[in-house]
């Protein structure tokens, strides 16, 4: 009986030790396991756009200081306001690193936890705009765009400034005037078809496929270059884009010099422009009291744009003499009269609501070859003052009539004065030039008589 009593104890004493060792073990690796696991992410955790799944707290913490500079490095964040724009620069944006790992729950998407320093802000929009009305501005929903961006590490940004202020109401933004003579009956029906031409963000303008949709090509040449060249004195009140501009052989009577734009939809000439802009704009045409009045509507820009017109320049012309037998030894005809070349560069100034003075853009170089005066003056024919060299002087006053002999350039051909990469009136040059080719070998019949004439 003892002796058993003495196996049962030992038995007990030994399967107590044996459930102690076991539970002892199974705890320590549930405790373990609870402190690896308290250490370490989850599958699918992210913190902004990083996932963070696996790492410890200090890989995890390394890792997004990493990604965040890289971003800082990179990431471009810009406020546009009416055309202009202006950098953010990223050290506005403060990341909470270490706030971020300590809330990231596991298994799920977290938030980067970010500051963003408002006077930095506040002072890139000063620079946009020095004018701004921080008041009525919502800048809270200005902060929480940029912050939201930024805590997802997006690279580029650009943030309307308009969206966050009061709604404008559209204003006149720049006019123009043309006095019209009493043959402008293709103006007035340019300007009823098109009273109101509306000009979307970023679109481009082109005058004669307005005119192509109205099946309107036959209209007059001259009349739709007053138009033209009105809307472009218009369009240097704006910041828009001339795309395409020309000018003629000469300047119109009724243009002022630098203002033509040349329209010749037979020969594709045309006159267009864009809207760089992200609001739509109007261009409105009217006929008052014999005048032809242009005004474009829309929103206020953030600069003044004005054109400046340089001093003219005039360039006298030559005096080209030509001979002929046909004409009595001293009688002088006058085959052209001739008149001076005129030159003006046009510039468009965009000036800051603080009145300074932001940047001189050069439009054009606007230049008129001058028109020699050509003389035919008579000899005789039967005369021995028609020696070789008088001969010679005669060819050579018609071989300089080709020629400028200021720079050596033809006369038949005018500088690219075009505001862009548009060269002006190139197929009306061209045709020019066949015409003076002609008139040169008229000149030398003139000097010698024509094959089949008979003396006088």
Do not use: C
């Amino acid at each position: 009986m003892g002796s058993n009593f003495k196996r049962f104890k030992v038995t007990m004493v030994l399967t107590i030790a044996s459930l102690f060792i076991l539970g002892f073990s199974q705890f320590s690796t549930v405790v373990f396991s609870s402190f690896v696991e308290r250490d370490t992410f989850q599958e699918q955790t992210t913190i902004g756009p990083i996932s963070v799944s696996g790492k410890s707290r200090d890989q995890a913490t390394s890792l997004l200081k990493e990604q965040i500079k890289n971003w800082q490095e990179n990431a471009s964040f810009e406020l546009k306001y009416k055309g202009t724009s202006q950098k953010v620069d990223t050290n506005s944006f403060k990341f909470l690193v270490n706030e971020s790992i300590e809330s990231g729950i596991d298994g799920q998407a977290n938030d980067l936890v970010i500051e963003v320093k408002q006077q930095n802000i506040e002072n890139t929009l000063q620079l946009l705009t020095p004018k701004i009305n921080f008041q009525a501005m919502d800048m809270a929903e200005l902060l929480n765009d940029l912050s939201s961006a930024a805590s997802e590490l997006v690279p580029s940004l650009a943030l309307r400034v308009e969206d966050y202020l009061p709604k404008e109401e559209p204003l006149v933004v720049a006019t123009s005037s043309r006095e019209l003579g009493k043959d402008s009956a293709d103006i007035e029906t340019f300007v009823q078809e098109f009273s109101q031409i509306p000009i979307e963000p970023h679109t481009n303008v082109s005058l004669m496929k307005l005119v192509e949709g109205k099946k309107l090509n036959q209209l007059s040449s001259h009349q739709m270059s007053i138009v033209s060249s009105a809307l472009f004195e218009a369009l240097m009140s704006t910041n828009f884009t001339i795309t395409e501009r020309n000018i003629g052989r000469e300047l119109p009577e009724n243009i002022q010099l630098g203002l033509e734009a040349k329209i010749d939809f037979s020969k594709n000439i045309d006159f267009s422009f864009y809207n760089p802009n992200e609001n739509r704009y109007d261009i409105r045409l009217s006929i008052d009291k014999g005048k032809l009045e242009i005004t474009v509507i829309g929103i206020p820009f953030s600069s003044k744009y004005q054109m400046n017109l340089t001093e003219t320049l005039e360039f006298k012309p030559r005096t080209i003499k030509r001979y002929t037998p046909l004409l009595e030894p001293g009688q002088k005809s006058v085959e052209t009269e001739g008149k001076p070349g005129l030159m003006r560069i046009v510039y468009r100034e965009t000036i800051a609501s603080t009145g300074e003075l932001i940047e001189s853009e050069l439009i054009s170089e606007d230049f008129y070859q001058p028109i020699h005066r050509v003389e035919v003056h008579g000899i005789d024919p039967n005369s021995n003052q028609i020696s070789e060299q008088q001969a010679e002087q005669g060819t050579e006053s018609l071989a300089n009539s080709e020629s400028d002999g200021s720079n050596g350039n033809p006369m038949n051909e005018t500088p690219a004065v075009n505001t862009e990469n548009q060269l002006p009136a190139t197929t009306e040059q061209n045709q020019e030039n066949n015409s003076n080719a002609e008139t040169d070998d008229s000149g030398e019949d003139r000097l010698w008589g024509k094959p089949n004439e008979e003396p006088k």
